[in-house]
């Protein structure tokens, strides 16, 4: 029989066809370019490994190429009204819902609504959506001018999920319920869930409930951002999310226990089939865990039918699967770290195998790191380093001792007890462990930021392949290897005599990145920001924060850990919300403020954050300079007392005799105050950014002749309801001939200076 | 794909047969049953003799044991000849080799020659041939020290001067200093000996004590 052949062929050889899938798949998202890799896998296997594979490879790159473009989710039309089938993916942050809906040609979208009334709050959270037919009044989002290439992307996010686009919801109104045995199925599951959440809401201490919830059933909903931050710090963040482990771990245990109570084994696996599918909607279907359940599903298939086939060929069988399910999987950072953790202890064994446990421990946790890495490296721009020792421990700690109390509480929790026994108990022993998190987190050199771009990511992708190929032989020599690549990669941009000002975009608000040549220093000024105006309780959300979507990712991409000077021009919102979150994630040598605004309402978050990390807050009274042998940037206050917008701190920066003056939120009064105290300082700058987002009130004549600038940059959010940078402003520097660069219209505008003087504008598309 | 030796499922489980895209054709734990030493055994049964000298040095790769032992039962003695890949990896050397031969009756009944097989990789030489149908595993050391050189040079064989000289298995080291032996009278300076492996059989041990003296 052929397929008899074929499939004896392709024995040990599956890796290279998922190999083939994968750029089949990215050749037809992202450009053709990537179909090279099909073709070069294919070469490959004509080369190394036989004919037909060679075939079939490049067979299923085409097909995945060709599948993958047809499931390409149409673009959302632009209707007003719409009929929609609520999905298990709701979320509600204070009075604002999103969630995927299915609409009626089995399109999926996102939606975001404003729920207008507390009563209605109450309804979401309490009732079943899941399976609900509404009546949607719908309109398209306007879209967003992006900032740069790493901040958090909707897009993407919306096209990973399969989602053709979002809508702006403005009123709901149920039309009925789903029929059909899925729909069924699907709410009973949902309200499965819910009814576990509320069991554990009302009879676990708070500080357990989260974790409780996200390791029995993978919900995330009670998290909160601080610890999370902790665990992504520690790289242990991955212990939350249900995994293989986790369900291999589940299916043993029922194992074992069904064995003792003297079960057939053949009964036993039939009953993991049927489990295992069970738990998988359970656990709301992220993709590690329809990756683990599926493995163990086809695992079980294969003992009951006495059929041996190589780890390898299943997990990439597995992956086929998978993919043809939902192919939009293959850009979910889960799916990617799960599947390739997963390849990565396939192929070590050869490293794993070691006498002391301590030592095949500590290299389970280095290679499945290193396996993780290009994708830790392209999704988070950091590392952690101090997850290699920590994992070694924790993995053991969350498997054998959280892991089966969080199961045992849970369980608990739903039969019909008042109190959980001894559970204070535990909560201590808990809180203790997160005691323990918090202080290896403090260590220095606990996370790594190593300055990468994403063209890198291909880099990084090799580099990882040469020291899994090392390492078979000479462990030692791929480990110094690793050190020397990291330790090149840190220093080079240390050797780079560019100076770097970046103006990012925003939105409306203002925050600039000056890099001193050499990375010998980084200041930042201001950090956006939204202003907030205040809520009732009910209204109160996490919501979008400038500061940890746009700005730190941005510090992160250019490796930047420590920032030697943050200041705050003025205390408006638009140029300070976003301080608290680069206080939290960067060091901070010391942040300065204009005089007289530390006990401003506005500030108060802010100077919380940098209390706590016991950060020196400075008013700045006098100009100060701040200098490296090769630039020099001076913050310029204006004098008097504290008036908002024209107290904003004016920044010089001079280098390679370029000057560049950043003029923060300065208005005609400010203005005219600074030509008088430092006038003559002022004059001939090359490079201006205008004031005040380029409002009319600011950039007089008289301040632009002195300035006598050859570039004008403007830092405004697209359709502002300001109408920044104003037509006025505009016409003025036309008639002086000075282009402007407006961040609203190309994004985050880099400026780069070479030590010739030459100065080159870059955008970021 | 099958281990050649116990029939076990291969599986492609390094990231090696990953990145080359070969395979092992034998299983991990068949190949770590062979006991690799790699070393230059001294032999000196010939000391003494005419035979003296004749090898300039010699390398092993490994050393005989229960495993090789099966092995070699099957390679040679049942003509298996699809197991001279499981070693044909490392049997590649750089300049060309002149391997033992085998008498040529023996050679027609195997249907192959083994150690040409065992050095498939290589480029091969033959410059010599065996004329006595005798084998040396069924001689003892006296007889086999005793014994008149069963090797004569190929008519008309060209003879270079270094010489990489290849076997199967180095016991006495008395048939590779035979054929060095004969090489050298024909015009080699250097002769170079290299055996897959080493043995050193109990009986020979006893026989050397009891017989001659070393």
Redesign the interface.
């Known amino acids: 029989m052929p397929y008899l052949v074929i499939a004896k062929k392709l024995q040990n050889n599956w890796i290279y066809l998922a190999g083939a899938a994968i750029f089949g798949c990215f050749s037809a998202w992202n450009s053709l370019f990537y179909f090279l890799g099909v073709i070069g896998i294919s070469l490959f296997c004509n080369w190394r490994v036989s004919k037909t594979v060679a075939l079939l490879t490049f067979a299923i790159g085409v097909g995945f190429y060709s599948y993958s473009l047809f499931r390409v989710p149409e673009p959302l039309e632009d209707v007003s009204r719409i009929q929609a089938t609520m999905t298990e993916h709701m979320k509600l942050d204070g009075d604002r819902l999103t969630a995927f809906v299915l609409t009626e040609t089995g399109a999926r979208a996102f939606i975001s609504y404003k729920i207008e009334s507390e009563q209605q709050v109450k309804e979401f959270a309490e009732q079943n959506w899941t399976g609900r037919k509404l009546e949607l009044e719908v309109a398209l989002p306007e879209p967003r001018q992006s900032s740069h290439p790493f901040e958090f992307s909707f897009k993407t996010y919306l096209f990973s999920k399969g989602a053709g686009g979002s809508y702006e919801v403005s009123s709901v109104r149920v039309e009925g319920e789903a029929g059909g045995p899925l729909w069924t199925l699907r709410k009973w599951m949902s309200s499965l869930r819910q009814h576990i959440h509320e069991q554990v809401v009302q009879k676990v201490p708070l500080s357990l409930q989260d974790e409780f919830l996200a390791l029995t059933i993978g919900d995330r909903t009670l998290a909160d951002d601080d610890s999370q931050r902790l665990y992504q710090k520690l790289g242990i963040s991955h212990l939350f999310a249900i995994s293989g482990l986790h369900v291999a771990l589940l299916t043993g245990v029922i194992y074992k226990i069904l064995l003792l109570l003297s079960f057939r084994r053949l009964h036993i696996y039939v009953s993991v089939l049927a489990l295992v599918p069970f738990y998988m909607f359970l656990a709301g279907g992220a993709p590690s865990i329809v990756r683990a359940s599926l493995l163990i599903f086809v695992a079980t298939l294969l003992v009951i039918f006495k059929i041996k086939i190589p780890p390898s060929d299943l997990l990439a069988g597995v992956f086929l699967l998978t993919l043809l399910y939902f192919p939009f999987y293959l850009l979910q950072p889960g799916y990617q770290l799960s599947f390739l953790a997963v390849t990565s202890f396939v192929f070590s064994t050869k490293l794993l195998r070691h006498n002391s446990f301590w030592l095949s421990a500590f290299f389970t946790t280095v290679v499945c790191q290193l396996a993780v890495l290009p994708v830790i490296l392209y999704h988070f721009q950091q590392l952690s380093i101090i997850s290699l020792p920590l994992n070694v421990v924790a993995i053991p700690l969350f498997t054998f001792v959280i892991m089966p109390f969080s199961f045992f509480y849970t369980g608990l929790a739903l039969l019909p007890f008042e109190q959980l026994p001894l559970i204070s108990n535990y909560g201590s022993f808990r809180g203790l462990i997160q005691f323990l998190f918090e202080l290896s987190a403090n260590l220095p050199f606990a996370v790594w930021t190593p300055p990468s771009t994403r063209s890198i990511f291909l880099i990084t992708v090799v580099f990882v392949c040469v020291i899994f190929y090392v390492a078979e032989k000479r462990v030692f020599l791929a480990l110094a290897l690793f050190l020397v690549g990291c330790a090149l990669w840190q220093l080079l941009p240390q050797l780079n005599e560019q100076a770097k000002i970046s103006f990012l975009y925003v939105g409306q608000g203002d925050s600039t990145v000056i890099e001193f040549p050499y990375k010998e220093q980084v200041v930042v000024i201001d950090t956006g920001g939204v202003a907030t105006f205040s809520k009732e309780p009910w209204q109160k959300r996490n919501g979008y924060e400038v500061g940890r979507s746009i700005v730190t990712p941005y510090l992160r991409s250019k490796g930047i850990s420590t920032i030697d000077v943050l200041m705050l021009t003025h205390a408006d919102a638009d140029h300070t919300e976003g301080a608290e979150e680069v206080l939290e994630e960067f060091e901070v040598r010391q942040l300065i403020i204009p005089q007289g605004i530390l006990k401003l309402e506005e500030l108060q978050d802010v100077i919380e954050v940098a209390k706590k990390k016991e950060i020196p807050v400075h008013e700045l009274i006098a100009p100060l300079e701040l200098s490296s042998t090769s630039m020099r940037v001076v913050l310029l206050p204006v004098p008097g007392v504290y008036q908002g917008n024209d107290s904003s701190i004016v920044t010089v920066a001079e280098v390679y005799g370029t000057k560049v003056v950043l003029s923060g939120d300065l208005e005609m009064e400010g203005e005219g105050k600074m030509l008088r105290q430092y006038g003559g300082y002022l004059k001939t700058s090359d490079v201006i950014k205008l004031g005040h987002h380029g409002s009319k009130t600011s950039s007089t004549e008289q301040w632009l002749d002195t300035i006598n600038p050859e570039v004008a940059i403007g830092s405004a959010g697209e359709n502002n309801r300001y109408g920044h940078p104003h037509t006025i402003i505009l016409e003025r520097l036309k008639a002086k001939d000075i282009p402007y660069l407006g961040t609203h219209e190309l994004g985050t505008i880099e400026l780069l200076i070479d030590s010739s003087g030459t100065r080159t504008f870059k955008t970021l598309e | 794909?099958k281990c050649l030796l116990c029939d076990r499922?291969?599986?492609?489980?390094?990231?090696?047969?990953?990145?080359?895209?070969?395979?092992d054709c034998v299983c991990k734990s068949c190949r770590a049953s062979f006991n690799k030493i790699a070393s230059s055994p001294e032999r000196r049964y010939v000391k003494g003799t005419e035979l003296e000298g004749a090898l300039d040095s010699i390398f092993c790769f490994y050393s005989y044991n229960s495993s090789m032992q099966n092995y070699f039962q099957r390679y040679k003695g049942e003509g298996d000849h699809i197991l001279h890949l499981v070693f044909s990896k490392e049997l590649r050397l750089r300049e060309p080799c002149v391997p033992i031969p085998s008498y040529q009756d023996s050679s027609f009944k195997r249907s192959f020659c083994h150690v040409d097989e065992l050095f498939c990789g290589n480029n091969l030489l033959h410059l010599l041939k065996k004329t006595t149908s005798i084998k040396q595993s069924s001689r003892n050391l006296a007889q086999r020290i005793q014994s008149s050189n069963p090797f004569e040079l190929l008519p008309g064989a060209q003879v270079p001067e270094k010489i990489v000289l290849i076997d199967d298995i180095f016991t006495t080291g008395v048939t590779m200093n035979q054929a060095a032996a004969i090489l050298k009278k024909h015009g080699a300076k250097q002769v170079h000996g290299i055996c897959l492996v080493e043995t050193l059989e109990k009986n020979d041990e006893t026989e050397t004590r009891k017989g001659i003296k070393l």
Do not use: E, Y
């Open positions: 794909m499922q291969l599986m492609r489980d390094t990231w090696s047969s990953l990145f080359t895209g070969k395979q």
